[in-house]
């Protein structure tokens, strides 16, 4: 009992006796969660196998909420990965500055860098990116992730880093207006993501009204954890061209995103709970900003 109480969401398994060969048997059972992800004392966990082990920031996004798939994605399955790829780049590359150059999430972009860029080079060889003559470009944007992801951090550097950083998104935008633009995403699949945007501020909502309730208990610290990765995935939709929503509606998406992601990087002192209250003003505002957004998103008929 005194390790589910340090589950969250909590576990409540399920206890009872046996008897075999004159002994006494303790049977405990654990039904499947329904949540996406579970955290013990601020960290996401996954089941790999016969072992439960941390989760990584990709597999976190990845348990949270599925991809937004283009038209088309199952005969071209190289134009859904080639989306997928250039829409993290961009939101990298709109990451806070001052953010993106700490640690641990430096060196979190700099392993995605790598994946990416090898995701890239892997595409640049398909008879797709060959047929569309976008084999070199696939290349050289590989090429702008190895140099994000080799950047040394040095006293005074950070202009450089930062110079890569936009010079990676330039490129990853222009790639995404000429091949992933001009190719329509279903009403669908557009409905399917902004019901789960809808479903992620119901989430964070009653979140951040737990952790308002009580500051000193650690639901501050798992809030910023878990909201670190839905802020990734609405931020990263807003690439997408969704025809529901007016373009300014994006924009504000965007914008609450990445503040929201941001929402990680903010430090706790020891200032008598200050710092963990401004945390969750800050955070209260932003839920706010996308309730009020998500307010406008078209209803449909079932």
């Known amino acids: 009992m005194g390790?589910?109480?340090?589950?969250?969401?909590p576990v409540r398994p399920k206890i009872g006796w046996a008897?075999?060969?004159g002994s006494g048997v303790l049977i405990v059972t654990v039904e499947k969660g329904s949540e996406s992800l579970y955290y013990v004392d601020g960290r996401a966990y996954i089941r790999h196998g016969p072992v439960?082990?941390?989760?990584?920031?990709?597999e976190i996004r990845a348990a949270l909420v599925p991809a937004a798939d283009t038209e088309g994605a199952?005969?071209?399955?190289?134009?859904s990965t080639l989306a997928d790829v250039l829409a993290d780049v961009r939101r990298w590359s709109d990451t806070d500055a001052d953010m993106r150059s700490l640690k641990p999430w430096v060196d979190e972009w700099s392993v995605d860098a790598e994946t990416y860029a090898s995701k890239l080079r892997d595409l640049s060889v398909t008879d797709w990116a060959i047929e569309r003559h976008v084999y070199?470009?696939?290349e050289a944007l590989a090429e702008k992730l190895d140099e994000v992801a080799q950047s040394q951090r040095y006293l005074g550097g950070g202009d450089s880093f930062d110079d890569e950083c936009n010079s990676a998104g330039f490129a990853a935008a222009e790639l995404m207006r000429?091949?992933?633009?001009?190719v329509e995403i279903s009403q669908e699949t557009q409905r399917e993501v902004l019901e789960v945007v809808a479903k992620l501020t119901r989430k964070l909502t009653q979140m951040w009204e737990r952790a308002g309730k009580e500051i000193f208990d650690g639901r501050v610290e798992k809030a910023q954890q878990e909201t670190y990765g839905i802020g990734q995935q609405i931020a990263k939709w807003t690439y997408f061209r969704l025809s529901l929503l007016p373009a300014s509606t994006l924009l504000d998406l965007r914008r609450i995103g990445l503040g929201l992601l941001q929402l990680v990087s903010m430090r706790v002192y020891m200032d008598g709970g200050a710092s963990l209250q401004r945390i969750v003003d800050d955070a209260q505002v932003l839920v706010n900003e996308l309730k009020a957004s998500v307010e406008e998103?078209?209803?449909f008929d079932r």
């Open 3 to 9: 390790v589910c109480q340090t589950i969250d969401p």
């Open 19 to 21: 008897s075999t060969n």
């Open 52 to 58: 439960s082990r941390p989760a990584t920031p990709a």
């Open 74 to 79: 199952k005969n071209h399955p190289e134009l």
């Open 136 to 138: 070199e470009r696939l």
């Open 178 to 182: 000429e091949l992933v633009d001009p």
């Open 297 to 299: 998103f078209p209803r």
